[in-house]
């Protein structure tokens, strides 16, 4: 299936993603970089937004949109990492809560329950050796670190250190101009 050929067109099939090559069969379309919906006009404002999000001369669709998904992708990460945080601190007001529920247990007669709880489960490690702030602290110093090095070190060697650069177009390419609540940028 061809498309517009401005940002190029690629099929999923069983051996990834290629190239669409007319009456291939087996593969589903997908495009890439600026998808547009075929029920309405887009006017593309011919001017970047801002220098901030200007493209870096030469730099082709292809590396702008592998830029701005590992962006995206970075994006989940931190996402991910809010999601740590959540559990974090919820796992910790569960421990919390376990307080009350062994001085009510001990309080209606219920002492071994009490025991075993205060035992087995108050001030437990959620992983061997760790509480939930240990495995946020490695986390951050590891895993997500890497991740916020490198998505910063490709776009300072690819885009001028500038962010955003494909989503900057993208609402670009989108706007229309004059209309309400379309401006390019504040």
Same mark, same amino acid.
């Given at each position: !299936? ?6 190029? @067109? ?21 495009? *890439?970089?600026?998808?547009? +919906?075929? =029920? ?6 011919? /001017?970047?937004?801002? @220098?901030?999000?200007? +493209?870096?001369?030469? $730099?082709? =669709? ?6 701005? #998904? ?9 996402? $991910?990492?809010? $999601? ?5 601190? %919820?796992?910790?007001? $569960? ?9 009510? %247990? ?13 035992? /087995? %489960? ?9 509480? *939930? ?7 951050? @110093? ?6 916020? @090095? ?8 690819? !885009? ?9 177009? !993208? #609402? +670009?390419?989108?706007? *229309? ?7 390019? *940028?504040?």
């Amino acid at each position: !299936m061809s498309g517009n050929g401005r940002y190029g @067109d690629y099929c999923h099939s069983q051996g990834g993603v290629v190239p669409c090559s007319p009456g291939a069969e087996g593969v589903r379309p997908r495009r *890439t970089a600026f998808p547009r +919906r075929r =029920d309405r006009v887009v006017r593309r404002v011919p /001017e970047p937004l801002d @220098d901030a999000h200007a +493209r870096p001369a030469g $730099a082709p =669709d292809a590396l702008v949109a592998a830029v701005g #998904k590992l962006s995206e992708a970075l994006e989940t990460i931190e996402r $991910a990492r809010g $999601a740590l945080y959540d559990a974090h601190q %919820l796992i910790g007001g $569960a421990d919390g809560m376990l307080d009350d529920v062994v001085d009510g %247990l001990r309080a209606t007669g219920h002492a071994d329950w009490a025991d075993r709880i205060a035992r /087995e %489960l108050v001030g437990r490690n959620v992983l061997p050796g760790r509480w *939930t702030f240990q495995v946020i602290e490695e986390f951050d @110093d590891g895993y997500y670190r890497a991740w916020k @090095d490198l998505e910063r070190e490709v776009r300072e060697a690819t !885009m001028d250190g500038r962010r955003h650069v494909h989503e900057a177009e !993208m #609402k +670009r390419d989108r706007i *229309t101009p004059g209309a309400p609540d379309q401006e390019p *940028t504040p």
